[in-house]
């Protein structure tokens, strides 16, 4: 590892490269970056990360090193497990990655956290990178809006300047190899953490719980200054922009949908464009200030049912309560200074949607609202309510569309509304937090009178669209759509403008088509639930009743001629034949129906169950054209590009 004084040199050894082969991504300006779950599986590992998920993270490594390990997923593993150095405990997911493999939330603050070997079940070691360079400062959190929750974090470590790199996730790689995946290594300023304990909130007086976690931050904003690095044009530039400066995105800006584990729903990260068939319906629009985090107001918050007759048990409406802002010890309340500082309307609050925090933080009284009129029981240790699996109603909510609306004021005080299915908020409690998995609802009450404001976690992110414009100074809101989605679109942020593009919000009923089920446990959707809701039409009534009338009467006619004939003919033998007889050569012919003729059944997107817990797939359209892209040709030739990234540095000591 290399250690520089402030300003000494420029940094040739970091300079942006892309590794490509002959096959090109969706977009040369977009990419669409791999998670965790887009990997193979191999024994140990799914992708899969908790303790209060399961969540899927972005997939990458940190450094320069020539052995990448990986611990399993879930488990906090020694570093002398992983240090072993052998050959065979380095999967073959994981060959393309240059470093020690870090996976990481994806954040839109400016600084990365990454784990050191240090804290248990973290894999960098900033010595054995060829590419770390000391920035000869110590840290504590190093996100900016990953700092802003309610997990309080004992944490430190010291800033360093390294290569990340990311796995393009436009590729579909069949076999085991992936040696012939696209990979990105850039430039990224990094808090190597040396030491992280979350410790959770608790409200019954015990010690707190605290745990590790395992999951760093990626962050995709502007690199910091100030207290880390020299002020000034030669300070190091930030991820998105290092990757525009270099031709590999249009844009610097991002956009992020979390998909769900549970519902094998893959997640979304784009860099420098969007997924349209990610966003449903309205589109709200808020300002940004590049330098804070994200805020927006929520106004409201609903309980309701998208289809009639899958939940009965609450009444539809608002379950709103409005923020405490009374003075504390005779000083203004912070929720009071952030709303007027921001302009919000009174009883609204302040709110961040950040995926690097888990849980949905509310104003105090609204998880216990919801927790009075569902099988919810409140873990005081937790400070969390865990869901009664024993209840009855429990199971019918997990088959209902019922749902939890959250009322958004955007910049032009419109109303947007985003509905979270309860069934994505029926997540899982790991250890240590519990001693064996338990459900659990993740929304949590919180006082902020320390930050004025809530956070809006990966929970609530799971259905929601969420964009970042770092140029236009917008982040963006719309609804997402459930697990079968439509056919990938993906569209260019320089292009779009501000009109970003959306899906019919019809959608969202189809996207969770199979999944939402009536009170009598009939699949919304299928013939025994229409025939239950709607049973037999007025109109199909009234046409049995005239065609049987009908043909009463055509019956009663032929009867009626049929004596006449016999009354007419005079005699007790046999009458004439009325039909004549087909020629001998036609008596055996069969009609066959025209061949010429197209015979189809309706087309309806279909979910497919994933091959293996570590592999998803997307439901497509199978009226719509879906091209798969497969990096096995056997004359793709694999060349390492270097790329001009020649961009002064100054650094100083602490």
């Known amino acids: 590892m290399r250690r520089r004084r402030p300003g000494q040199l420029k940094v040739d050894a970091l300079s942006l490269f892309a590794l490509s082969t002959s096959i090109s991504p969706v977009s040369a300006q977009t990419y669409r970056v791999a998670w965790t779950t887009d990997l193979i599986s191999y024994p140990n590992y799914n992708g899969v990360y908790g303790p209060d998920g399961p969540w899927q993270a972005i997939a990458l490594s940190v450094g320069n090193t020539t052995i990448t390990y990986l611990p399993p997923s879930g488990e906090n593993v020694t570093s002398d497990i992983l240090r072993l150095g052998d050959e065979a405990i380095i999967p073959p ?40 360079i000391d920035m000869g400062t110590l840290i504590g959190n190093g996100d900016d809006w990953a700092g802003y ?108 949908h979390m998909g769900s584990v549970m519902h094998k729903q893959p997640g979304s990260l784009i860099l420098g464009g969007y997924e349209k068939n990610r966003a449903l319906g309205q589109l709200g629009t808020f300002k940004f200030n590049r330098d804070e985090p994200p805020y927006m107001f929520l106004v409201d918050v609903l309980l309701g049912t998208q289809i009639p007759g899958t939940w009965s048990e609450f009444v539809d409406g608002s379950i709103w309560q409005a923020p405490d802002e009374r003075p504390v010890n005779g ?8 709303r007027q500082a921001l302009g919000g309307k009174g009883g609204s609050a302040v709110v961040v949607p950040n995926p690097a925090v888990p849980y949905i933080y509310l104003p105090q009284g609204i998880c216990e609202t919801v927790a009075e009129r569902l099988p919810l029981v409140y873990d005081k240790r937790l400070h969390l309510y865990t869901w009664d699996v024993d209840d009855p109603a429990y199971g019918k909510l997990m088959e209902s569309s019922a749902y939890m609306a959250f009322v958004l004021s955007d910049s032009a005080a419109s109303n947007l509304t985003i509905k979270v299915p309860f069934q994505l908020l029926n997540l899982t409690l790991e250890p240590p937090l519990v001693d064996e998995p338990t459900p659990y609802f993740p929304c949590q009450s919180l006082d902020s009178f320390m930050h004025g404001f809530w956070t809006l976690g990966r929970a609530f992110l799971q259905a929601a669209f969420f964009g970042v414009d770092y140029e236009r100074n917008l982040t963006y809101l719309a609804q997402a759509p459930g697990p079968i989605t439509e056919q990938r679109v993906v569209k260019d942020f320089a292009l779009s403008g501000e009109a970003i593009e959306t899906n019919d919000i019809a959608q969202l009923e189809s996207s969770w088509m199979g999944l939402w089920k009536t009170v009598d446990g009939n699949n919304v959707g299928s013939p025994a639930a229409e025939q239950d809701s709607v049973g037999l039409s007025a109109g199909a009534i009234a046409g049995v009743v005239v065609g049987a009338v009908v043909g009463m009467g055509i019956l009663g006619f032929a009867v009626l001629k049929l004596l006449m004939r016999k009354r007419s003919s005079g005699h007790s033998g046999p009458a004439s034949p009325s039909v004549e007889k087909m020629d001998d050569d036609r008596s055996g012919e069969k009609v066959e129906l025209d061949t010429e003729r197209d015979v189809s059944e309706l087309g309806v997107p279909t979910a497919h169950e994933m091959d293996s817990p570590g592999v998803f797939y997307e439901a497509q359209d199978p009226e719509k ?28 000591s602490a």
Not at 95 to 120: C, D, E, I, L
Not at 202 to 212: A, F, H, L, N, Q
Not at 331 to 338: E, N, P
């Open 93 to 132: 997911n994981q060959r393309g990655f240059r470093g020690a493999f870090s996976p990481m939330w994806p954040s839109g603050g400016g600084m990365s956290t990454v784990y050191t070997t240090k804290v248990p079940g973290g894999n960098y070691t900033p010595e054995e990178s060829t590419t770390c």
């Open 149 to 256: 929750s309610a997990h309080l974090q004992d944490s430190w470590g010291k800033a360093v300047y390294d290569i990340v790199t990311l796995a393009d996730g436009s590729q579909i790689q069949m076999g085991d190899d992936f040696s012939g995946r696209q990979y990105l290594s850039v430039n990224a300023t990094l808090a190597a953490t040396e030491q992280a304990v979350y410790i959770l909130p608790s409200d019954d007086g015990t010690e707190k719980t605290r745990y590790t976690p395992l999951v760093g931050t990626l962050g995709l904003g502007q690199a910091p200054r100030g207290m880390y690095l020299n002020e000034g044009p030669e300070s190091p530039v930030g991820v998105l922009k290092a990757l525009k400066e270099n031709g590999v995105i249009g844009y610097e800006g991002f956009s992020l």
């Open 331 to 338: 000083s203004q309340h912070s929720a009071t200074f952030m």
């Open 625 to 652: 054209e879906v091209r798969v892209k497969v990096n096995d040709a056997p004359d793709a030739k694999l060349e390492c590009v270097e790329l001009p990234a020649d961009v002064p540095i100054k650094f100083h």
